[in-house]
């Protein structure tokens, strides 16, 4: 069993559907998980593996205000720890988690994949997504 950590921001409750959805399948695969709004400042200590979620924000950036600050906070910290990002977007094509994706494996992260993105609402296909990819990226 490992421990997983769920952090993510949202604005309109998409990217939250997707960490409540991720949440399930980590825990459906037997995991331990703590899902939480960046609010929270979450620490990373005692965790087997991290899911990071946040949607698009004005020009294809991650939410400035909340989520960049505590990323930027925890990204010396990522080196070869297990990641995942994921989130969602409304306007774009999706620029932000492919800028993502480069600052997280410049940390050093041990990235799964490219990261899971859905566009606006998830729909129930693209839950059912999420909790394959959550699976799929703890097993």
Do not use: H
Not at 6 to 27: D, F, H, K, P, R
Not at 44 to 69: Q, R, V
Request: charged content about 25%; aromatic content about 12%.
């Amino acid at each position: 069993m490992n421990k997983v950590l769920i952090v993510y921001w949202s604005m309109t409750g998409n990217t939250e559907a997707m960490a409540n959805a991720l949440a399930e399948g980590c825990t459906e695969a037997g995991n331990e998980v703590t899902c939480v709004n960046v609010s929270e400042s979450p620490s990373l200590d005692g965790y087997d593996a991290y899911l990071f979620g946040c949607s698009s924000m004005g020009d294809d950036a991650l939410d400035e205000a909340e989520f960049n600050p505590w990323f930027t906070s925890i990204e010396a910290d990522l080196k070869d720890k297990k990641v995942a990002l994921f989130g969602s977007y409304g306007w774009g094509d999706g620029q932000w988690m492919r800028d993502w994706v480069i600052r997280t494996k410049e940390a050093g992260a041990n990235l799964y994949q490219e990261g899971l993105i859905v566009n606006e609402s998830p729909s129930d296909d693209d839950l059912a997504t999420c909790k394959a990819y959550a699976k799929a990226f703890i097993a």
